[in-house]
């Protein structure tokens, strides 16, 4: 019995973003959860962004971007779209992008991010 409460233990990981630090990035600031999970499967932030984004891209890394507050523009590959509360974007590898504005957005890098998989031109 208590071996089969370990197994399931190991089939989740909870966090509680409101008690992770903040961390700078290049779009203001970032609370990052699962980063540390061994098998990367994926991770999830949330971010602040208070000053227009540095446009980076990643070679590996596919992310989710949600908005949750605020309005703004999402830069992918030079084409800007306005953005707001409710909008969404699947930002594969390779595509430059930036954030411009004051959001609050849901970022869901898929495989877990990696800071060695961020590029900047």
Known sequence: MHQDKQEKAKRYVFADTGQIAPQECPCGQTRRAFVEDPEKIASLHVVEVDHDAVTHYHKKMTELYYVLEGVGQLELDGELFDIGPGCSALIKPGCRHRAVGKLKILNVPI???????????
Not at 111 to 121: G, I, K, L, R, T
């Open 111 to 121: 495989p877990a991010f990696d800071p060695q998989d961020e590029y900047f031109d």
